[in-house]
T-cell receptor, first 116, second 112 residues
Framework: DTGVSQDPRHKITKRGQNVTFRCDPISEHNRLYWYRQTLGQGPEFLTY????????KSRLLSDRFSAERPKGSFSTLEIQRTEQGDSAMYLC??????????????FGEGSWLTVV | DAKTTQPNSMESNEEEPVHLPCNHS???????IHWYRQLPSQGPEYVIH???SNVNNRMASLAIAEDRKSSTLILHRATLRDAAVYYCILRDGAAYGNKLVFGAGTILRVKS
């Protein structure tokens, strides 16, 4: 069990550029989540996938944000035309959901984005 | 999602027990009480969860009030490595897609 892996860990980009983050969940975990966290705040939910299906998107996920999980394994989060307000840590998490229960959700170490 | 209320911050001395309170007066019968913590510059980490009975694991204990309207996370001997933000979260065990909804949490400071 190698844990949830995120890449890159840090990204500095100029306003208006596109950025993409990758998340590799724990092997065989069928659910994958994306969160965003700014300084001093708790993580905010963005979206989640059950296998390859994107089942819920937060209103925080504007049209400039898109997430995919094409084969039900790794996922990407792309931000187009970045703005300074996009500067945050982007967290990926995964879990093995079997039925309805309080299953443990495991988080990666996050990808820090700074938009200058 | 049902809400939780936690103190903004708490302070503890190293090697002493720490009791982190959480109020959740609107908890429903299918809500599990989850605790996560987040160390500086890291992602959140699972600590413990429970439904009705008190729970113990290697990291902590969770004491749940009989009416389930409050709970307490207990760290038996705080160390400097326990300094983190602790989140108390209700998660509906009967709901599909039951994501974690984080509040502001409690900042725990541990003094040596």
């Amino acid at each position: 069990d190698t844990g949830v892996s995120q890449d890159p860990r840090h990204k500095i980009t100029k306003r208006g550029q596109n950025v993409t983050f990758r998340c590799d969940p724990i092997s065989e975990h069928n659910r994958l989540y994306w969160y965003r966290q700014t300084l001093g705040q708790g993580p905010e939910f963005l979206t989640y996938f059950q296998n390859e299906a994107q089942l819920e998107k937060s209103r925080l996920l504007s049209d400039r944000f898109s997430a995919e999980r094409p084969k039900g394994s790794f996922s990407t989060l792309e931000i187009q035309r970045t703005e300074q307000g996009d500067s945050a840590m982007y967290l990926c998490a995964s879990s093995l959901e079997v039925g309805s229960f309080g299953n443990t959700i495991y988080f990666g170490e996050g990808s820090w984005l700074t938009v200058v | 999602d049902a809400k939780t209320t936690q103190p903004n911050s708490m302070e503890s001395n190293e090697e002493e027990p720490v009791h982190l309170p959480c109020n959740h007066s609107t908890i429903s019968g299918t809500d599990y009480i989850h605790w996560y913590r987040q160390l500086p510059s890291q992602g959140p980490e699972y600590v413990i969860h429970g439904l009705t009975s008190n729970v113990n694991n290697r990291m902590a204990s969770l004491a749940i009030a009989e009416d389930r309207k409050s709970s307490t996370l207990i760290l038996h001997r705080a160390t400097l490595r326990d300094a983190a933000v602790y989140y108390c979260i209700l998660r509906d065990g009967a709901a599909y897609g039951n994501k974690l909804v984080f509040g502001a949490g409690t900042i725990l400071r541990v003094k040596s």
